[in-house]
């Protein structure tokens, strides 16, 4: 249950801090925020000044006067003195399942795990009322589908194992009782859209047809995803901050799971061109499939996704030819 003060900042102290800020999801939620009046503190190891994904990124925040960016590694103590918000979202983390075997584990575990775990008691330090955290499809790996919260976790990447530690460390700490932070962990499924990381599929696909230059398509394009579209996602994000619902895990998916083929065929479509493949292995991490249930986020947040896949990649795919007029374009191809 949550307490006076959440109730306070639900009615009007809309301050957050937003952990991960330069990425991807992040910088979609920095924007959402600030369009909504919120202030808004983004904390990320990448900074606009430095690094030209987050300069694209943070490009319509930076310079906002409700924004203020700390350039700050979350696991170390500067996030002090700056949590005098009503929200914290917590979206940094080592990302991609590939790249977190053998010795890259070691940044995945400073970042999803022991960063988490820093943050967490920074937040019940601080008094901040309420959590929501990034978690991942990829907790539920070799599960039964459709993937319900309640049901199995299999983890099978590193990943995927550090995103599930992570997510339950939070609610551990939430769960200890008075003064804890009231948490919630959103299970995102295949995020896209605009800003896209690079080493994701739909990213991959359209700047392949923009470029000429051939993707990797890792498996025979059987492989099965839940894509959902990152506005829907930051409804979810924002709705999560203001129910009362709280102490649980929730599947944040698309409307529907189809196969990478189905999705090339949607990019030549959308694109007007064929998608230049080049042919690989599976590689090990990746599940066959995502599905989600989704009704528990129907029920306590009110979800109900709306943008169909079509719709989504069209508004990537501008949004790469966009990119590809700027100059920071050499670096998110
Ligand atoms: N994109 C997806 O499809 C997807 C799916 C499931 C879950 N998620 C989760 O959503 C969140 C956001 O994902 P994204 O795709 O936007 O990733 P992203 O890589 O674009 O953004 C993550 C950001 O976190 C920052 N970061 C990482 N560790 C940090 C640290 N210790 N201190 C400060 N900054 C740090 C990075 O610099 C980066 O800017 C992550 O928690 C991710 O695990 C994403």
Avoid at 73 to 94: C, Q, W, Y
Avoid at 261 to 269: A, H, N
Wanted: charged letters at 20%.
């Amino acid at each position: 249950m949550l307490g006076t003060d959440h109730q306070s900042y639900r009615e009007g102290g809309k301050k957050a801090l937003v952990t991960g800020a330069s990425g991807f999801i992040g910088s979609h939620l920095v924007d959402h925020l600030l369009s909504k009046g919120w202030r808004v503190i983004g904390v990320d190891r990448r900074s606009p000044t430095s690094d030209p994904i987050a300069r694209l990124n943070l490009m319509d925040a930076v310079g906002n006067p409700l924004f203020h960016f700390l350039h700050a590694d979350i696991a170390e103590p500067s996030l002090r003195g700056f949590l005098d918000v009503g929200v914290v979202f917590h979206l940094a983390a080592a990302t991609g399942v590939r790249s977190s075997w053998d010795a890259n584990f070691t940044g995945y575990m400073h970042d999803n795990i022991a960063a988490t775990h820093h943050l967490v008691q920074e937040c019940e330090r601080a008094g901040v009322p309420r959590l929501v955290l990034a978690s991942s499809s990829s907790v539920y790996g070799t599960a039964a589908l459709p993937s319900k919260e309640d049901g199995q976790v299999r983890p099978m990447s590193p990943y995927g194992v550090s995103k599930l530690a992570a997510e339950q460390l939070a609610l551990a700490y939430a769960a200890r009782g008075a003064g804890s932070t009231s948490t919630v962990a959103l299970r995102f499924f295949t995020v896209y859209g605009p800003r896209q990381r690079p080493d994701m599929a739909i990213h991959r696909m359209l700047n392949a047809v923009h470029t000429g230059k051939p993707m990797r398509l890792y498996g025979d394009g059987r492989q099965r995803r839940n894509f959902t579209f990152v506005d829907d996602v930051i409804e979810a994000i924002v709705q999560s901050a203001l129910t009362q619902q709280a102490g649980q895990a929730v599947n944040i998916a698309g409307p529907a799971s189809v196969t990478m083929r189905t999705v090339l065929d949607i990019v030549e479509e959308v694109t007007g061109k064929p998608v230049p493949i080049f042919a690989d292995t599976a590689r090990c991490g990746d599940p066959e499939a995502t599905e989600a249930d989704s009704s528990l986020a129907r029920e306590v947040l009110g979800y109900s996704p709306c943008i169909g896949l079509a719709d989504g990649i069209g508004r990537q795919w501008q949004w790469t030819l966009d990119t590809h007029k700027a100059p920071a374009i050499g670096s998110i191809a």
